[in-house]
């Protein structure tokens, strides 16, 4: 690993965890350079929930790039984005009662989370962002003014301001009723909170600790939302295209955005693509007002097209991916059990799992074991208490359950070695 360590900046993180170098990877398994096999329960955070080298995605990959067909557009058009955008209003806007504008922002998340910021402000006239205790939203300095992490927020090196941070669901003592805080700042003028632009939050938070949002909660915020005139940002990067079951994680509330945000498994290859979706009267950009070099990755929309085609045109996929997570929860479940002493509990929705410890170190522990036990896990939460599952949605059961055996004995290793607080 002298290569890497020499060359690339100290900035990298994951490969901490997994010191190995990976080589090959198909399904929900990766191989490193020496052929040995892992179990993948994170799926490059959320960003191949078919799986890695999906044999029906990447036969269409190979057919287009062998072809010459396009590959770089910016924002012309092309074949493959016709095809990207009709597919998606056929099956999943039209279905759904939908009827969102696509714009192309970037490749990544946060050139979806930046789109959607500027936009809501833009549209509003107006300046300050909600947003939610331990929420996470990206790296570049609009997506991090509305993140909670102190250590990533303490990287920007400027203010970050216009924002107005509000406590998520389950957040206060449970006794405390849900947006009374919020709610008195928009109602007494002299709170000194300037009427939001919109409000953006997570429905299920991945990197804040698998912190779950009920549906009631959501839907009392997008009420609240159009009482005041605030637009509503879900953002759907991690925990859409299937994630917690539904294609929108924000399905089973009821409610309907004003803006969503989609990237990671969107283009279902683990190719970059994002998108910001929002209502068609929202449509105030210029042409150009907001634009970048890699809006128009064509090979990413057509292996979304594919995944599009082959996944979503009924509800089979998402009814077996609620059933794996349940099954997923359930085993969960009996690993909490046995360590009570730890407060061990279970949170999540579908195929987003944690298993959080009350005890700090233990779910570090936890996924450091399971790595040497051949399981790829990530640790989440603002003092990484919680060892994260986001197994790719393909995964067949006896994966699943074989990589939940693995879990159980690293937990059991992990635990051996503390004290309970």
């Known amino acids: ?46 960003s191949l929930n078919y799986g890695h080298n999906n044999p ?30 009709k597919t998606f ?11 969102y504008k696509v714009q ?22 107006r300046e300050t962002i909600v947003n939610f205790t331990n929420g996470f939203h990206g790296m570049t300095l609009g ?22 941070t509000m406590p998520f669901d389950n957040y206060m003592d449970g006794r405390t009723p849900d947006f009374l805080w919020l709610r008195s700042l928009l109602e007494d003028s002299g709170s000194g909170l300037d009427k939001p632009a919109a409000v953006i939050v997570e429905t299920v938070q991945g990197e804040g600790g698998i912190n779950v949002a009920s549906a009631q909660w959501l ?30 994680s924000f399905e089973e509330a009821g409610i309907t955005p004003d803006i969503v945000t989609l990237s990671k498994s969107i283009s279902g290859y683990g190719l970059p693509m994002a998108l910001t979706l929002f209502k068609r009267e929202l449509d105030v950009w210029e042409p150009g007002e907001h634009n970048g070099t890699f809006r128009g990755f064509n090979p990413a929309m057509v292996t979304g097209t594919e995944a599009l085609r ?3 045109t009924d509800n089979s996929f998402a009814e077996a991916t609620k059933a794996k997570g349940e099954m997923v929860a359930s085993r969960l479940e009996e690993i909490a059990a046995e360590h009570a002493e730890f407060d061990a509990h279970v949170r999540g929705r579908g195929l987003a799992r944690g298993l959080a410890f009350g005890q700090a170190g233990i779910a570090k522990a936890v996924a450091a074991e399971s790595y040497e036990r051949g399981l790829l896990i990530e640790t989440s939460g603002p003092e990484d208490e919680v060892a994260k599952l986001l197994p790719p949605l393909t995964t067949s059961d006896e994966d699943l359950l074989a990589g939940l055996d693995i879990m159980a004995e690293a937990a059991r290793a992990a635990t051996k070695v503390a004290q309970p607080a």
């Open 219 to 248: 839907r009392e915020l997008s009420d609240l939302c159009r009482e005041y005139g605030i637009l509503m940002i879900v953002d759907d990067i991690q925990m859409g295209c299937g994630r917690t079951g539904d294609f929108f």
């Open 143 to 164: 997506a991090l003014a509305v993140t909670g992490n102190s250590m990533k927020r303490g990287g920007a090196g400027v203010p970050l301001g216009h924002v107005a």
């Open 310 to 312: 082959r996944y979503w």
């Open 1 to 46: 690993m002298e290569t890497f360590e020499r060359l690339e900046s100290e900035v990298r993180g994951y490969c901490r965890s997994w010191p190995t170098v990976f080589d090959r990877a198909s399904g929900s398994r990766v191989y490193d350079e020496n052929g040995r096999p892992y179990l993948d329960f994170f799926a490059g955070a959320g």
């Open 56 to 85: 029906e995605l990447k036969a269409s990959l190979v057919e287009y790039l062998t072809d010459d067909r396009i590959v770089h557009s910016l924002d012309a058009y092309s074949v493959a984005k016709r095809d990207f955008l």
């Open 104 to 125: 192309f922002p970037g490749p990544a998340g946060n050139n979806a989370v930046e789109a959607a910021l500027k936009l809501a402000r833009k549209y509003t006239g």
């Open 89 to 99: 209003e056929e099956i999943v806007l039209k279905p759904r009662g939908l009827d």
